[in-house]
């Protein structure tokens, strides 16, 4: 594994091998056992664009745990503004290349994290993922996506939440419900993309709920989810009807995100996602399912996105999904330092 940019990236059996790693580095957290030395005297750089809670704590210490340090820089705040662009005259805001700050971070750190949201003009500029790929293309160390158009560690926080959850790792015959939920603004796709990545990797029903055909995700992560359902089995079917997709359901993910034919056009699209507040995860809506279990990435607007019934109850497992980010995080920096 030479980056950690996509879970579908990774064949199935280093995605196993980082969840079973994963589940280790909790097991020995709480059995009070002392932390794996794989990054002493070893570092990584963490390159903040965007804001940060889970990601940065989860980050910083568990670089600490397993010995290493973190540096933690954010561009145009505490480090110089960066250009991505081959060819630009840098004439603008920015002070320095990409093809220098890259390389000139590999010489100090053992790998380098990078989180860099779209910048939500135009997706098609977007989806290119220039940040994190030019990161990739110019850096002589590992480079971790800590978020940018996906966010595969999410994927694995989520995963393994799932397998504590139902005592296995063999998630096959679930039915998975990824919906989407209201929010006042539209949000990146990074999480919803993630999700159905992963529901459908580890081979589960997945019913992508959404308002209307213009919230069905990007072609690449719809194209990722018929690939593994193919190779993993499963299946993979979109509604727009919320009892019939809530019905039966094992698992319950839910997410906002914007509409890609209005990406760049919050105003546009604000009167129509405005017509589907009904979209919140209730009580009602959970009492279609089949008991099922409901997580959320967090942050999460309560009473906007998920009911204060819904999160307070003992089917939510966002906490859990939420402390697992530091532990999947071990297993990737421990994998990309060289343990396997």
Not at 26 to 55: C, E, H, Q, Y
Not at 61 to 73: E, P, R, T, Y
Not at 115 to 128: G, I, M, N, T
Not at 214 to 240: C, F, I, K, P
Request: net charge neutral; with cysteine.
């Amino acid at each position: 594994m030479k980056h950690f940019l996509n879970t579908q990236d990774l064949t199935r059996a280093e995605l196993d091998a980082l969840l079973a790693a994963a589940a280790r580095y909790k097991r020995d957290r709480r059995a009070g056992i002392a932390d794996d030395p794989v990054l002493r005297g070893k570092s990584i750089a963490l390159v903040f664009f965007n804001p940060s809670l889970r990601t940065r704590t989860s980050f910083e210490l568990g670089a600490f745990q397993l010995g290493g340090h973190a540096v933690v820089l954010q561009p145009g705040k505490d480090a110089w503004p960066i250009e991505f662009e081959l060819g630009t005259v840098m004439d603008g805001e920015a002070e320095e290349h990409i093809a220098e700050v890259a390389r000139v971070l590999g010489r100090y750190v053992d790998m380098i994290g990078v989180r860099a949201f779209p910048k939500f003009r135009d997706w098609s500029e977007d989806r290119q993922d220039k940040v994190l790929r030019a990161f990739a293309q110019h850096s002589p160390v590992p480079v971790v996506n800590m978020e940018t158009i996906t966010h595969p560690c999410q994927e694995l926080a989520h995963a393994q939440a799932l397998q504590e959850h139902f005592g296995t790792s063999d998630l096959r015959g679930k039915k998975y419900v990824l919906t989407w939920t209201y929010h006042p603004k539209a949000l990146n796709t990074a999480v919803a993309n993630s999700a159905l990545t992963i529901a459908t990797r580890l081979g589960m029903d997945v019913t992508l709920l959404c308002p209307t055909p213009d919230y069905v995700l990007d072609e690449r992560y719809m194209g990722w989810a018929a690939q593994n359902v193919a190779e993993s089995g499963g299946s993979l079917q979109v509604s727009h009807d919320i009892e019939s997709a809530y019905a039966g359901a094992d698992i319950v993910y839910a997410k906002s995100w914007g509409a890609l034919p209005y990406f760049g056009s919050g105003a546009a699209e604000k009167p129509i996602r405005e017509r589907y507040r009904h979209f919140i995860v209730d009580e009602a809506k959970m009492a279609l399912t089949n008991g099922a279990v409901f997580s959320h990435c967090l942050p999460l607007r309560r009473n906007v996105k998920a009911t204060d019934a819904v999160m307070d109850s003992p089917s939510c497992i966002a906490i859990d999904e939420a402390e697992n980010r530091l532990h999947a995080q071990k297993a990737v920096m421990a994998a990309l330092a060289g343990r396997r």
